[in-house]
């Protein structure tokens, strides 16, 4: 009687394990055609997905993008380092600096400010052009470039950073007595520097021919002149052209005369006796909506050097940001 209890149990344990596994099977089934299984499915002969192989790439597992699709932007091929303001620096230390005009009154205003802070530290300046000082710091003759244009994607690649320092207007500028008003429209200025125009009669002025004076091409000014209120246009050639033979404003300013109309940054003409600005579309130099405004730069190259480290910590110290404020300030007045 008890072979007969034992073998009743089996079979009803057979049945129920064999309706379990059944059940399984079907469940798992309608889970992998349906596209939700797991890696079982491989295993089960399902039909979802396969699972990628432990060594597969993450570019075999995450395609390309679609059409239409937008990449994230590249990482800037030269990250700005944040310099910590100097407490001490070395005695004996010299601070190379070249580069654009534009910048002579900043430069300055910081040498000042710093040789008087870190007694023994020199700061060493000329001003020879914006793409001279670049040049300059890819050969690592200096230590910073102050710069009037933007760096190109090739100065980048080559480890350069440039930092904003400030805003400054580019000023049109003529002799004071040259007869023409005070003021010249956007198109006029274009059409005198592309050659369009070429008599002061065509813009109010006395019947005479305008001589123009431009700035070398390795100046920063000239290049973004050109870009920014040219729009791309060349220059004009001709007689009444004339390419100054270095980037340096103060000979510029004294071959105006009163037939002559140049450009500038606006500080280093603002305090002029000799010249004067005109106003485009007839708001000054000095308006926070003038026209003609860029952005000047302090550039290193990367890793900083402990020089770079030290200037550029005290350019954004309250003590050099106080420096170039002073300075734009009596430039103003």
Not at 72 to 100: E, L, Y
Not at 207 to 230: K, M, Y
Request: hydrophobic letters at 35%; charged letters at 15%.
């Amino acid at each position: 009687m008890s072979g007969k209890n034992e073998t009743l149990s089996l079979l009803l344990t057979l049945a129920i394990t064999g309706a379990i596994i059944g059940g399984g099977y079907f469940w798992l089934k309608a889970r992998c055609d349906s596209g939700q299984g797991s890696f079982l499915c491989n295993v089960s002969g399902g039909s979802s997905t396969s699972v990628p192989n432990p060594t597969t790439s993450p570019a075999d597992v995450n395609p390309s993008p679609a059409a239409g699709e937008t990449l994230p932007p590249p990482p800037s091929p030269a990250v700005a380092t944040n310099f910590n303001s100097p407490t001490s620096i070395p005695s004996g230390t010299t601070i190379n600096i070249n580069g654009s005009t534009s910048m002579v009154q900043a430069n300055a205003a910081l040498k000042t400010a710093m040789e008087k802070k870190f007694p023994g530290v020199k700061v060493s300046l000329e001003a020879q052009g914006s793409r001279a000082g670049i040049s300059a710091l890819k050969l690592g003759t200096i230590d910073i470039a102050a710069v009037s244009l933007p760096l190109t994607p090739e100065d980048q690649q080559q480890g350069l950073v440039a930092i904003p320092v400030v805003r400054d207007a580019i000023a049109i500028v003529v002799g004071r007595n040259n007869p023409v008003g005070t003021s010249l429209t956007s198109d006029q200025i274009k059409g005198i520097f592309t050659g369009a125009i070429t008599n002061w009669s065509a813009v109010n002025g006395s019947p005479a021919a305008i001589r123009v004076l431009n700035r070398p091409d390795v100046s920063g000014t000239h290049q973004i002149f050109r870009q920014e209120v040219l729009g791309g246009v060349n220059f004009g050639s001709g007689s009444n052209f004339t390419t100054m033979s270095r980037d340096a404003t103060t000979p510029l300013l004294q071959s105006l005369g009163i037939d002559g109309i140049g450009y500038a940054t606006y500080p280093q003409v603002a305090r002029q006796q000799t010249v004067r600005t005109i106003s485009v579309d007839g708001i000054a130099p000095t308006n926070p909506n003038y026209p003609f405004q860029r952005t000047l730069y302090y550039v290193y190259k990367n890793p900083p050097n402990e020089n770079v480290k030290a200037f550029m910590g005290f350019v954004s110290s309250p003590e050099g940001q106080q420096a170039i404020a002073i300075a734009n300030e009596k430039l103003e007045k």
